[in-house]
């Protein structure tokens, strides 16, 4: 297999990552639609933010995303961007998830107070998020050494080679976690939990989770070892890690804002 791997459609050669990712944010948003509508049926006392008002969240989430998803990759790799910041290139390429989701959460949160939103939104974007960034590594790994999401060099039998030897296909770890971490969220959705607890969990797992996959890629390690994403991580992790602790009281009211009891999978 050739890397890049253009995706061929009506007699044309596409890019597999903006293909994949249309696919991402256009299946993602669907995704919401469905969970919100089926959220307001299933729990017609708990209803979601009103349609206008959850445009309004879903902007601020694009624009965050947007803007952390860069942020967080310039400051990454300094001596790849920063030099070069007087050119196109420079504004155009470099993103990063963990940059983009962080950077979303903040969006959201910004919104929500332009709006007057005050309970929590995110449980609703639980599976979308992890449907658009399962599909959206589909892109990274066809895409090859270009997007810079591979791992190091390994003599591993499940190594994959993008051309310049057998690397760890990390794009792939990225797809099997999301893909198992859906299920047990999936499962835990119908516990009785405080609500906003099913996003904090998912953020604090995909967080744990890329903090110690970064240790498999060529990163800048300049910060104790850790890379500027692995920091990010940490800190964003401790900071779900608390909320989620500080959620758990007593006295908390029980919500299944995503699934019912005893609904099927």
């Known amino acids: 297999m050739l890397f890049p791997h253009f995706i061929h459609l009506f007699g044309r050669a596409l890019h597999p990552h903006p293909v994949m990712e249309l696919i991402a944010y256009s299946g993602g948003f669907q995704i919401h639609l469905y969970l919100r509508r089926r959220s307001a049926r299933l729990h017609p006392d708990r209803p979601a933010a009103p349609f206008e008002q959850n445009m309004w969240i879903i902007v601020g989430a694009i624009f965050g995303a947007l803007i952390g998803s860069k942020l967080l990759a310039w400051i990454e790799s300094p001596l790849e961007y920063f030099p070069h910041w007087r050119e196109p290139a420079m504004w155009m390429g470099g993103k990063t998830i963990v940059g983009g989701l962080l950077g979303g959460w903040v969006g959201v949160e ?20 992890i ?22 060099l390994t003599n591993l039998p499940w190594a994959v080679n993008f051309g310049d030897g057998p690397r760890h296909p990390t794009q792939l770890y990225d797809i099997v976690f999301l893909s198992l971490f859906a299920i047990i969220l999936r499962y835990r959705s119908r516990w009785p939990t405080p609500n906003g607890s099913l996003f904090r969990t998912f953020m604090l797992g995909y967080l744990t989770y890329r903090f110690s996959v970064e240790f498999l890629k060529p990163r800048y390690h300049p910060w104790l070892g850790m890379s500027m994403i692995q920091i990010a991580c940490l800190l964003a992790a401790v900071i779900c890690a608390c909320m989620l602790k500080n959620s758990y009281s007593p006295a908390f009211t029980p919500v299944l804002p995503v699934a019912e009891e005893n609904a099927p999978a």
Not at 117 to 128: E, I
């Open 110 to 129: 910004i919104a929500k107070k332009c709006v007057r939103v005050h309970r929590s939104t995110g449980d609703l974007y639980v599976f979308p998020l």
């Open 131 to 152: 449907f658009g960034m399962a599909v959206g590594r589909i892109g990274c790994y066809l895409t090859g050494l270009d997007d810079h999401t591979y791992g190091n």
